[in-house]
């Protein structure tokens, strides 16, 4: 039973949209995440949160904004969604024995 | 330099065999270290924490070398149900709040 939850599962968008992937966990973590992945490529961090109100930009640079106004959600926007977005997004959250990540939005922009 | 590099493989194995993954990291204030199993389209899992005196989790030891910036993983007995791909994980202490950095993970293929 997963404790972090992420929709939509899959997204298929027109170019120039506007998208909000959610990210929602139930196990009380301050620290959240959210990574990128494309297809037999490694994680990159796009943003984390270490609290509510605490944003910060990940290693990789992303068009994408994100907020924590409440502890349990950590959403992330693209305002206005490219083909160059299409990718895995993952959000995690973590604690001292370590990250668990949701299930992931796969995201194509046509 | 790569934060953390790994032999991308695939590695093909028949089923019973021993099979060591390694791993080396450039950030030697690191602290915490793990290794993850990823699954074709699905999102990584933990499988074990790496401590310095090494750790075994039945089939599965890990180990780690802080001198020469080093970790590995060994799976023995390997069933079709290990191929995935196993990712190295490293804290960026001291960098980034201490975030993890996954490498890019060698794929593992179990075969009967």
């Known amino acids: 039973e997963a404790d972090i939850y992420q929709t939509p599962r899959y997204l298929v968008i027109g170019t120039g949209k506007k998208i909000t992937l959610e990210c929602s966990q139930t196990?009380?973590?301050?620290?959240m995440y959210w990574y990128q992945q494309d297809p037999g490529m490694e994680l990159h961090l796009i943003h984390y949160?270490?609290?509510?109100?605490?944003?910060e930009k990940g290693d990789l640079s992303s068009e994408s904004t994100v907020s924590r106004i409440r502890t349990e959600h950590f959403p992330l926007t693209l305002e206005s969604a490219r083909p160059s977005h299409t990718s895995q997004y993952l959000c995690?959250?973590?604690?001292?024995?370590?990250?668990?990540f949701g299930s992931g939005t796969r995201l194509t922009v046509v | 330099r790569k934060e953390v590099e790994q032999d991308p493989g695939p590695f093909n194995v028949p089923e019973g065999a021993t099979v060591a993954f390694n791993c080396t990291y450039s950030?030697?204030?690191?602290?915490?270290f793990f290794w993850y199993r990823q699954d074709c389209r699905k999102e990584p899992k933990l499988l074990m924490s790496?401590?310095?005196s090494g750790n075994e989790d039945g089939r599965f030891t890990a180990q780690l070398n802080r001198a020469s910036q080093y970790i590995s993983l060994l799976i023995r007995d390997s069933k079709l149900s290990d191929s995935a791909t196993y990712l190295c994980?490293?804290?960026?202490?001291?960098?980034?709040?201490?975030?993890?950095?996954f490498g890019k993970g060698t794929k593992l293929s179990v075969k009967p």
């Open positions: 949160s270490y609290g509510v109100n605490s944003t």
């Open positions: 994980v490293v804290n960026d202490e001291g960098r980034s709040q201490g975030n993890l950095i």
């Open positions: 196990m009380g973590h301050d620290k």
């Open positions: 950030n030697s204030a690191s602290q915490s």
């Open positions: 790496v401590y310095s």
């Open positions: 995690a959250s973590s604690d001292f024995y370590g990250y668990t």
